[in-house]
């Protein structure tokens, strides 16, 4: 029997402000500095008002949270962390591909299957028991 589990769901949508991470990353910005991971590392945030207020002043008016939409979100029943794979060198061009040339943030690598995640480990010779990912945490 094949198994197959979706572990990340990810897709394109529009944004409630058009964001180009092209353009932003052509101005020297890194990843981190709008994408912090606060503990426990799983999920990783996405900018707030303030923190784009910092370059640009005219944003200044709005009072109320950004309502980003979420591109990628792990699966029910799965445990993924962001901070693990940073800590074991993984860059976040891995799986969410070369986002330096996106103006809209699509996904252009499988990181929906368990197979995917299997491979991967693989290629790193990193752990491949189910509770890595299931189970227990």
């Known amino acids: ?32 500095d709008c994408h912090t ?34 591109i990628c979100a792990v699966a029910a029943g799965v445990y993924w962390s962001h901070r693990t794979h940073t800590n074991a060198g993984i860059e976040c061009e891995t799986c969410h591909g070369d986002v330096s040339k996106m103006d809209v943030m699509t996904r252009v690598k499988d990181i929906t299957s368990m197979t995917a995640c299997m491979d991967c480990h693989r290629e790193r010779n990193a752990g491949l028991g189910c509770e890595l990912c299931h189970e227990g945490k």
């Open 1 to 32: 029997m094949a198994w197959l589990m979706v572990a990340v769901l990810c897709y394109a949508t529009t944004q409630p402000i058009p964001y180009s991470h092209k353009k932003h990353i052509a101005a020297g910005l890194k990843c981190k």
């Open 37 to 70: 991971g606060p503990d426990p590392g799983e999920r990783m945030t996405l900018p707030a008002a303030p923190k784009c207020i910092g370059c640009h002043p005219t944003m200044a008016g709005i009072k109320q949270p950004i309502a980003w939409k979420r």
